[in-house]
């Protein structure tokens, strides 16, 4: 019996890590496959000598020297056909392996996928869901700490008049501390993705570039692919003799690689980048005066858009950018969209669970927890399985969401708090207008999902 080690890295995304888990485990008799779950995001030498191949889902991983085979998938490709990237993961074993998994599934087309822990070159969204993935972090824990200096100090908490208090403390470590880093986080991780650890300098300065550029969370994102494409390419083109070729991965990769974006940033993308994110925002604050519904309604298609990625982040710098104003309406209206996804499928899970698996209606319950604190990736593993019907319900949820919000001005005015700021009058007026807001939105999304899927086999 062949041994597959599956090494699951999307730490930041417990519901997919858990649903991924459970497919491959439901799949693997049928190929007489023994899984071995690697219990961390990086398995041990024990765990690396028991496996005869390894399949990676998520982030690329460094492997040592010798290790067993390796395909790298992302978590979709996994959700969405299991037995498919089981079998791609068994072919690497040979002929015996293949002919016994014949005819349960084809291979997926593993040419760029078989590296040595690195992801698909060709997949950018997997590159970037990891990026994201490790930003939440900052995201959250930022946010959480602002929202506590407001609640200690009022919406002044940064200003001069009050240094030296606990408020403006907590916003010297939340706003001017974890949210710096977020766009560097964002590039840095991107192009580790995408060219492993010597990717990591160049994507984390090309983001503290877009960043000081002005040009936000898509100069972050920009900053990442280039770091990311242009490291790789070196590192397949930079060759020393063999007693010096350890000097590349920690010398030569990222100096290259940090000069050539840097300079790139500065002279070719920031200035571009920083004017398209400057345009949206004055656009977007226009139509907050001309017509209140319908930026609502916007701003919840974005947050709804991509479930997290460049669409979700910019409505939300665009929220928080404006909080430093006291206009507190668009960073309510993304907040409470970002929240309805997630949500919404949890309570269309309860409600009409014919339409679901049984690994669907247990990841559901967890997905609630992910919606009320804000974290709509919680609802990418429904919509990776089903996109066409799963996401129009999402959108629309989202939209009536925003745009309710900004109509009826409720404000929350905190870069993230979500459920956990509504006891707070300082910080949020009319909270049982936002839950309400909420509520409706996620009872159109369950409603848009019992019509348009259909019954689980």
Known sequence: MAHVLVVIRCQAQPVISELVA?????AAPDFEAKLLIAQSATPSVNELVDADAI????????????????LCLAPETILTDPSRALVSAMALLGDKVRDMANGLAEPLDTENNTRNGSADLADPYHHLLTGVSFMLPFVVAGGLIVALAFCLEGLSAGEASHRGTLGW????????????????????YIAYS???????APGMVGGMIAANMAASFLGGIVAGFIAGYGTAWLA???????????????????????????????????????FIMETTAHWLTGMQSASALLLGSLIGLMT????GGPMNKTAYAFGTTLIGTNVCGPITAAMAAGMTPPLGVSLA?????DRFSEEERHAGKATAILGMAFMTEGAIPFAARDPLRVMPALMAGSALTGALTMAMASAQCVPHGEVFTLPFKQLVSQPLMFAANVA???ILTALMLRALKRKAS
């Open 440 to 442: 409706l939105g996620c």
């Open 194 to 200: 995408l060219a492993g650890r010597p990717g990591i």
């Open 236 to 274: 397949r083109r930079l060759h020393l003799p063999r007693h010096l070729q350890g000097l590349i991965p920690i010398v030569l990769l990222p100096f290259l690689g940090t000069l050539a974006t840097g300079l790139i940033m500065v002279y070719v993308i920031g200035a571009p980048v920083a």
């Open 55 to 70: 399949l990676v889902v998520g982030a690329a991983l460094d492997l040592p020297a010798g290790s067993p085979p390796t």
């Open 22 to 26: 459970d497919v491959l485990r439901r």
């Open 304 to 307: 709804a858009f991509d479930l």
């Open 169 to 188: 403390s907590l916003i010297q470590i939340g706003g001017k501390g974890a949210f710096v880093l977020m766009v560097p986080v964002l590039a840095g």
């Open 349 to 353: 899970t309860w409600w009409f669970g």
